[in-house]
């Protein structure tokens, strides 16, 4: 069973910087996609990141391009997400995923995401 544990939300105020950290257990990890989503108030869940294997590919969503880093760490099991910049905006519990193929086509749909964390919350005040 493949389990994915999120950690290092937090409150921040606008500027700062946060970074959070995936673990991810019961599948070889380093074979598949990992990405992060994001859920805010009222809003549909919407794509942020994504890295492909060692980390050779990685995607943003355009709001956070520059501000946000995907890196993963394939000996730990474990993918990071450091925030930088943030904004009032960026408010929203923040979701880990891994899909159901390795493949990286489609890393911006929900759908194509098998496996999820439970979500950390990310609070920017302005």
């Known amino acids: 069973q493949v389990q994915l544990v999120e950690s290092g939300g937090g409150l921040v105020q606008a500027g700062g910087s946060l970074r959070l950290s995936c673990t991810a257990s019961?599948?070889?990890?380093?074979?598949?996609?990992m990405a992060w989503f994001r859920q805010r108030a009222e809003k549909e869940r919407e794509f942020v990141s994504a890295?492909?294997?060692?980390?050779?590919?990685?995607y943003y969503a355009d709001s956070v391009k520059g501000r946000f880093t995907i890196s993963r760490d394939n000996a730990k099991n474990t993918v990071y997400l450091q925030m930088n910049s943030l904004k009032p905006e960026d408010t929203a519990i923040y979701y880990c995923?891994?899909?159901?193929?390795?493949?990286?086509?489609?890393?911006?749909?929900?759908?194509?995401?098998?496996?999820w964390g439970q979500g950390t919350q990310v609070t920017v005040s302005s």
């Open positions: 890295i492909y294997l060692s980390g050779a590919w990685t």
């Open positions: 995923a891994t899909k159901r193929t390795p493949y990286i086509s489609n890393y911006d749909r929900t759908a194509e995401y098998g496996f």
């Open positions: 019961g599948r070889t990890f380093s074979s598949y996609t």
